[in-house]
């Protein structure tokens, strides 16, 4: 053995000091080389991550102030449908379309996009993720039947000549015979009414628990300290 670690030391000294200050700097040269590549990488990863944060918060606003709209327009509705049921009953009105007023200001028709939905879906609660999955198709698609209602409404004063109708108060009474056609519109229109005045409450607290769930969601996986007020 010690003759071995002296013919090692006889082959370096043959080499010489230039051999071996040579191969320590490449040892060293690699070694930083490879250092600067290591951090190299480690920053290329963290810009990724943190693009795919910022993409990741970006959708997430944008499905918050969309979930934010059709909780306002549920709430809107609701209060609407609470107000004029509340003063038919005050007034002793049995049939609902005599005192439901259709809503002004039609709201226009929301779409969550894919990659919010993607990004919901990233974020692994199921609860959320079923509660928004139809919001926006619940909120579009009664839309148009508070415009059928309307049309369909407005109609039924030119259908009979003896009716007293309070445009003021929005009810109105009418002479109607049975089996007559004027009774099959008042019917269907009592029907939508009802309809709508169900769909009311039932949609707004269906967008309130999800909104109530997402906001906390949101601020928790994403970091957004967002703060979303009751009133």
Request: aromatic share 8%; no cysteine; net charge negative.
């Given at each position: 053995?010690?003759?071995?670690?002296?013919?090692?030391?006889?082959?370096?000294?043959?080499?010489?000091?230039?051999?071996?200050?040579?191969?320590?700097?490449?040892?060293?040269?690699g070694?930083?080389?490879?250092?600067?590549?290591?951090?190299?990488?480690?920053?290329?990863?963290?810009e990724?991550?943190?693009a795919?944060?910022?993409?990741?918060?970006?959708?997430?606003?944008?499905?918050?102030?969309?979930?934010?709209?059709?909780?306002?327009?549920?709430?809107?509705?609701?209060?609407?449908?609470?107000?004029?049921?509340?003063?038919?009953?005050?007034?002793?009105?049995?049939?609902?379309?005599?005192?439901?007023?259709?809503?002004?200001?039609?709201?226009?028709?929301?779409?969550?996009?894919?990659?919010?939905?993607?990004?919901?879906?990233?974020l692994?609660?199921?609860?959320?993720?079923?509660?928004?999955?139809?919001?926006?198709?619940?909120?579009?698609?009664i839309?148009?039947?508070?415009?059928?209602?309307?049309?369909?409404?407005?109609?039924?004063?030119?259908?009979?000549?003896?009716?007293v109708?309070?445009k003021?108060?929005?009810?109105?009474?009418?002479?109607?015979e049975?089996?007559s056609?004027?009774?099959?519109s008042?019917?269907?229109?009592?029907?939508?009414?009802?309809?709508?005045?169900?769909?009311?409450k039932?949609?707004?607290?269906?967008?309130?628990?999800?909104?109530?769930?997402?906001?906390?969601?949101?601020?928790?996986?994403?970091?957004?300290?967002?703060?979303?007020?009751?009133?």
């Amino acid at each position: 053995m010690l003759g071995f670690f002296a013919s090692l030391r006889d082959f370096g000294t043959f080499l010489g000091s230039e051999f071996w200050s040579a191969l320590v700097g490449a040892i060293v040269g690699g070694l930083i080389a490879f250092l600067i590549q290591r951090q190299a990488q480690k920053a290329a990863r963290r810009e990724r991550e943190d693009a795919r944060k910022m993409e990741a918060k970006s959708h997430a606003y944008s499905l918050l102030f969309k979930v934010l709209s059709i909780h306002a327009t549920f709430a809107h509705i609701k209060s609407h449908v609470d107000e004029r049921i509340e003063f038919g009953q005050r007034e002793k009105v049995g049939m609902i379309s005599s005192v439901l007023l259709p809503i002004a200001n039609i709201p226009t028709p929301i779409q969550f996009a894919p990659a919010e939905m993607a990004m919901l879906l990233s974020l692994k609660d199921d609860d959320t993720f079923n509660l928004l999955l139809s919001l926006d198709r619940i909120h579009n698609s009664i839309i148009p039947v508070w415009s059928i209602y309307e049309a369909k409404r407005a109609a039924i004063p030119t259908k009979g000549d003896n009716h007293v109708f309070d445009k003021t108060q929005g009810k109105g009474e009418f002479d109607v015979e049975q089996g007559s056609h004027l009774e099959a519109s008042i019917y269907e229109v009592e029907m939508l009414a009802t309809e709508l005045a169900q769909r009311a409450k039932l949609d707004f607290e269906e967008a309130d628990l999800a909104m109530k769930k997402l906001v906390p969601l949101l601020n928790d996986r994403l970091k957004l300290d967002i703060k979303v007020s009751d009133k």
